[in-house]
């Protein structure tokens, strides 16, 4: 029997002044960075979350706790282990669509390095991964400056 599963993640992250953001697993220049536990990219996080709800496997906090083992923690690491757990269940991602929500900087121009590092870490195609980024026209938390957020939608099977 066929089975198909969706997993869906977000994750959002506040922003301070600094000099690049990491997402998708690509540092980009930017006057703000990401305040986190960990390295703070946010897409890899909402992928990892949405793996981990697609396999009903909890969320990145049940794999990796807030405490002093995990501070700076690569979120590549964290990602592999979901692909882990994905190729363990023997399942496969059949395609994953990811939404970027930040003010500044721009994306368009790192999309396509964002899902070549995605398609890397995953080993699937990159025709597999869509990213998108939207602005919040500079409304609330985001609009100023002060978060950045990312939501992640995967479908996965088990058909071979």
């Not at 220049?29 to 536990?37: G, I, L, P, Y």
């Not at 009903?56 to 990602?79: C, R």
């Not at 990811?98 to 699937?124: C, F, G, W």
Request: glycine share 6%; net charge negative; hydrophobic share 40%.
């Amino acid at each position: 029997m066929i089975t198909t599963r969706v997993g869906f993640g977000y994750d959002m992250h506040k922003l301070e002044e600094g000099s690049y953001i990491m997402l998708g697993g690509i540092r980009i220049d930017s006057n703000h960075t990401v305040v986190a536990h960990s390295d703070g990219d946010i897409v890899l996080h909402s992928l990892s979350d949405a793996i981990y709800g697609s396999l009903a496997a909890g969320d990145i906090g049940t794999h990796f706790p807030s405490n002093k083992e995990n501070i700076n923690i690569q979120s590549v690491k964290i990602l592999k282990h979901a692909c882990e757990l994905i190729t363990q269940s023997n399942y496969m991602i059949n395609n994953i669509d990811i939404t970027i929500v930040i003010e500044s900087p721009y994306l368009q121009d790192h999309i396509m390095d964002m899902r070549k590092s995605i398609a890397n870490i995953l080993s699937i195609d990159i025709s597999q991964i869509s990213i998108k980024s939207s602005t919040s026209q500079k409304i609330g938390m985001i609009g100023e400056h002060k978060a950045v957020a990312c939501y992640s939608t995967i479908l996965i099977s088990n058909e071979r």
